[in-house]
């Protein structure tokens, strides 16, 4: 990788892989070996698809690992809150929370259900850029490195593209180099989900068992938009980047009373 320079920059990563994966692992040291001083606060356990679950009712366990990391009991979100109001980190200011490297894509109208997209949102709620990177592989390998290089050499322009009410995806596929990068819209996904259901084994009338699945992945894109879609970009093996508000916005157009 050539010399990137982040020396004077704090940063926050955390995930929803948990914090034994390995996008999040090699993000680490790709920040810190640019000079980054990094602080990791992450799931002690897989949380893909919570998307802003916020734990309210029970305390959040840490458990420190190592210097500078820490695993939560709690949710991607409840990472990125607790890292920035609370002393576990020593009451520091982080330049940007970065979540991820993610294993799978976070492309449209996935960023709905992403616990990744979530922790990066929450960021920006409080007021810290908050930028959010996954990668997708289409042939059972997973390859971060390209992606956490991107992210090292390019981080002062992702944190610029954040703002007060955006927050920033960063999605590519997993490879050794990527093409090229640029802005994308979000794609529309059909997921094509299903629940099946089955009888109580028990065999109580009342009871059912539920099972969800989902099928493959379609997606097409929004016409109204000028540039690419996420999904189309990514497949042509360019990095692509989102910039996606971060709290809902009303459509109050209807012309009348109601």
Request: with cysteine; proline share 2%; charged share 20%.
């Amino acid at each position: 990788m050539e010399k990137i320079d982040l020396s004077g920059m704090t940063l926050l990563l955390t995930n929803d892989d948990g914090i034994t994966g390995e996008g999040l692992i090699l993000l680490e040291k790709t920040l810190k070996d640019a000079g980054a001083s990094v602080f990791v606060l992450a799931p002690d356990s897989n949380c893909s698809g919570v998307s802003s679950l916020l734990t309210m009712e029970n305390p959040l366990v840490f458990r420190r690992v190592k210097e500078n990391w820490f695993s939560c009991s709690g949710s991607p979100v409840d990472c990125t809150i607790s890292a920035i109001l609370s002393t576990i980190f020593g009451g520091r200011k982080f330049d940007a929370v970065i979540s991820g490297i993610n294993k799978g894509a976070n492309l449209g109208t996935d960023v709905v259900y992403s616990g990744t997209c979530a922790a990066a949102r929450q960021a920006v709620l409080y007021g810290v850029p908050g930028i959010a990177l996954s990668v997708e592989s289409y042939d059972g390998t997973w390859k971060f490195g390209a992606m956490a290089e991107f992210c090292a050499k390019n981080l002062k322009k992702l944190i610029s593209l954040c703002t007060n009410d955006v927050f920033v995806s960063v999605n590519g596929r997993s490879a050794d180099i990527y093409n090229g990068v640029g802005f994308a819209s979000l794609s529309i996904r059909d997921y094509r989900d299903r629940v099946s259901l089955i009888s109580d084994p028990n065999g109580s009338d009342d009871v059912f068992y539920g099972f969800f699945a989902g099928g493959n992945i379609q997606s097409s894109k929004r016409k109204e938009e000028k540039c690419e879609d996420d999904f189309s970009m990514s497949s042509r093996g360019l990095v692509c980047v989102t910039r996606i508000f971060a709290e809902p916005s009303a459509k109050n157009d209807f012309g009348s009373e109601f």
